[in-house]
């Protein structure tokens, strides 16, 4: 059973940085992408960013292009999405997910979140 446990969420200041960082357990994870995903009040959930496991491969997200860095820590079973330059758009709570391709469609697991809160 996959466990995904976000911490370093909080309160900053526009233009202030967060390192949010999240725990993986449970199975191995070679064969999945981890990501993160943010959901605003009011608005739908949203793919922040993507990593392979492997490091290879990651995927940004157009309005965090640029200010916003995944990163995997594969002995640790760890990854991290460094947030710089927030904007008060930003604030949400961010869900660390985890997905591997089962069949033709894929399986998803997901933390319980951590609120960021960015003042304007």
């Known amino acids: 059973q996959v466990q995904l446990v976000e911490s370093g969420g909080g309160l900053v200041q526009a233009g202030g940085s967060l390192r949010l960082s999240c725990a993986a357990s449970?199975?191995?994870?070679?064969?999945?992408?981890m990501g993160w995903f943010r959901r605003a009040p009011g608005k739908e959930r949203e793919l922040v960013a993507a990593?392979?496991?492997?490091?290879?491969?990651?995927y940004y997200a157009d309005f965090v292009k640029g200010r916003f860095t995944m990163s995997i820590d594969n002995a640790a079973n760890r990854v991290y999405l460094q947030m710089d330059h927030l904007k008060p758009e930003d604030t949400a709570v961010y869900y660390c997910?985890?997905?591997?391709?089962?069949?033709?469609?894929?399986?998803?697991?997901w933390g319980q979140g951590t609120q960021v809160t960015v003042s304007s």
């Open positions: 997910n985890a997905r591997r391709n089962y069949g033709v469609g894929y399986i998803d697991d």
């Open positions: 449970g199975r191995t994870f070679s064969s999945y992408t």
């Open positions: 990593i392979s496991w492997s490091g290879a491969h990651s």
